[in-house]
């Protein structure tokens, strides 16, 4: 398990992180959302090790992450900018990461190239931004390590590539207990594939919550009610978000499913249905009250 514990980082004047604390459970893929300059890239580098916190601190099973070789050799770190050797060639980095990680999978890179269609002599300098992510992505899956830690890695990827890749991560979670962290600015990359969502702004969490409890917790309700009657008569309902389009009302509402339910049939409507919410949906109403608006965050 990862733990954050009071995770702060300076550059100058400006705060980039802000006394963030936070646990990643094993085997699980953790979503970190946040505008461009929330801090997530900085969040995941003193995760990796790469920078060193002000103040907090970052453990793995434990033990101290920044300067521990050995813990470092568990996860494999995919930055949003990316670094290649000058004229490398897939091959030759591959043997470099192969170097680092003991475990490095080679004849599955070598299947896996062959599957993205990638030529393992090409000079990576040649490869779009694109065919560079997938790259990298396969030299992490590869790796064999316990975590990895992805900054923007579907940036730039094609709707069929990101599921190909959403494909592994699942594939190597089910095998070997993979556990993916993800950054992302988009909300809706992330809603088929992460169990656990934090919201990051101005280098704070707002939000961090498991994707299944704001589910199961949070509903909208579409519904026609009898004449007469109005949703605000309807007391008994944690009503978060009310819309209209005429008769037709769409009510997103807190609480346990099974309440819900009982309470509207009380009520005997015309026409209602719960119907699913989509991560974007979830967060908007969490963030709302809390305060903040997320629209203007994220979107």
């Known amino acids: 398990?990862?733990?954050?514990?009071?995770?702060?980082?300076?550059?100058?004047?400006?705060?980039?992180?802000?006394?963030i604390s936070a646990k990643i459970r094993d085997g699980?893929?953790?979503?970190?959302?946040?505008?461009n300059g929330a801090g997530k890239s900085t969040f995941l580098r003193m995760v990796s090790g790469i920078l060193k916190?002000?103040?907090?601190?970052?453990?793995?099973?434990?033990?101290?992450?920044?300067?521990?070789?050995?813990?470092?050799?568990?996860?494999?770190?995919?930055?949003?900018?990316q670094y290649f050797f000058a004229n490398g060639t897939p091959l030759e980095l591959m043997k470099f990461y192969k170097s680092i990680y003991p475990a490095f999978d080679e004849p599955r890179f070598f299947h896996l190239l062959q599957?993205?269609?990638?030529?393992?002599?090409?000079?990576?300098?040649t490869f779009s931004k694109g065919m560079k992510k997938q790259l990298s992505i396969l030299y992490g899956i590869c790796a064999g390590t316990d975590y990895i830690f992805c900054d923007e890695t579907f940036d730039g990827l094609d709707p069929v590539m990101r599921q190909a890749v959403k494909s592994l991560f699942a594939s190597d979670m089910a095998e070997r207990n993979l556990t993916p962290i993800i950054a992302s600015h988009n909300l809706r990359e992330l809603e088929d594939i992460c169990d656990h969502v934090g919201l990051l702004h101005k280098g704070g969490i707002l939000l961090s919550k498991d994707l299944d409890d704001m589910k199961l917790n949070i509903h909208?309700?579409?519904?026609?009610?009898?004449?007469?009657?109005?949703?605000?008569?309807?007391?008994?309902?944690?009503?978060?978000?009310?819309?209209?389009?005429?008769?037709?009302a769409t009510i997103t509402v807190r609480g346990a499913r099974e309440n819900v339910e009982r309470q509207m049939a009380a009520c005997e409507p015309l026409f209602f249905e719960l119907i699913p919410l989509s991560l974007e949906e979830i967060f908007i109403s969490e963030t709302e009250v809390a305060g903040y608006d997320i629209k203007k965050l994220i979107f």
């Open 220 to 248: 909208k309700i579409q519904c026609v009610l009898k004449p007469g009657i109005k949703v605000e008569d309807l007391t008994e309902l944690d009503i978060l978000k009310t819309e209209y389009r005429g008769s037709l």
């Open 53 to 81: 916190p002000d103040e907090g601190e970052v453990l793995i099973d434990g033990e101290n992450v920044y300067e521990n070789p050995a813990v470092k050799s568990r996860f494999f770190y995919i930055s949003d900018d």
């Open 115 to 125: 599957s993205f269609d990638l030529d393992k002599k090409r000079k990576i300098s």
């Open 1 to 19: 398990m990862i733990e954050t514990s009071g995770l702060t980082k300076r550059f100058d004047d400006i705060l980039a992180v802000d006394h």
């Open 28 to 35: 699980s893929v953790f979503g970190l959302i946040g505008t």
